[in-house]
């Protein structure tokens, strides 16, 4: 796949990955961050390939508030533990991929609702949410964005009693067909460990490794996981 790892990548990840979450974005040189409006002290950085700069500046803003991150996105199976020392800053997760596929390679046409399923589609500016239930239950759900030529799928998440029937299958083939009513080329997402055998089924490649820290011993924190469930109601 004619794509590679770059910091304008990484950016356009952290724009569709906010805009799906509801937060802001500032993109400072290669410093990215996102929070909720109003919620700075919640912010979480982005950085790729860091200078020494820019990682020690980000890394004392996150030591100093348990409520704050910092994401290293890297290349796959690069060493980054070296940032776990500076300004004394804990490894909290690193078991997440940064995905890509090719469009071209994905079903332009909606994929059929399984039997005794509905679905139910949203869209907002920049971002489409799309829901899967039985009855008056939620069982699946997820958020497709689109920047530039780049759809950023996110959230997608099964509720458990709905597990293992292909739903989360059925819905992110159902969010790359509402991308591909865009001029896309490229998918990006974030998946966790669980969900990367699913992603590589649908023909999703691993660019990068996730890594992310905090400030140790936080009692307060964030959920470091970039795909955090939406509340199933």
């Known amino acids: ?24 974005v500032r993109n400072e040189g290669r410093i990215h961050s996102a929070s909720a409006p ?17 990682l020690r500046k980000v890394a004392s803003a996150v030591a100093k508030s348990p409520r704050k991150l910092l994401t290293v996105i890297a290349e796959p199976d690069d060493d980054v533990m070296a940032v776990n020392e500076i300004d004394g800053l804990e490894l909290l997760s690193d078991e997440e991929k940064l995905m890509v596929c090719d469009m071209a390679n994905q079903d332009v046409e909606d994929p059929i609702t399984p039997e005794d399923f509905t679905t139910e589609r949203e869209d907002f500016e920049g971002w489409t949410l799309f829901t899967v239930r039985q009855g008056d239950n939620t069982a699946a759900r997820g ?17 458990p009693d709905y597990r293992r029937q292909g739903l989360g ?50 009692s307060d924190r964030r959920r470091p996981s970039h795909s955090q469930i939406d509340e199933l109601n």
């Open 38 to 54: 109003g919620q700075d002290e919640e912010a979480e950085y982005v950085l790729y390939a860091p200078d020494e700069t820019d």
């Open 143 to 159: 958020r497709v964005a689109v920047v530039g030529e780049f759809c950023i799928v996110d959230r997608v998440y099964t509720a």
């Open 1 to 24: 796949m004619d794509i590679e790892l770059s910091d304008a990548l990484v950016e356009t990840w952290v724009t569709g990955w906010s805009r799906t979450h509801g937060y802001e």
């Open 169 to 218: 299958t059925f819905v992110t083939r159902a969010l790359l067909a509402i991308a591909h009513e865009h001029d896309v080329d490229y998918g990006l997402l974030v998946a966790t460990l669980d969900g990367v055998q699913l992603y590589e089924y649908l023909g999703w490649e691993t660019l990068a490794d996730v890594h992310v820290f905090g400030s140790p011993g936080a």
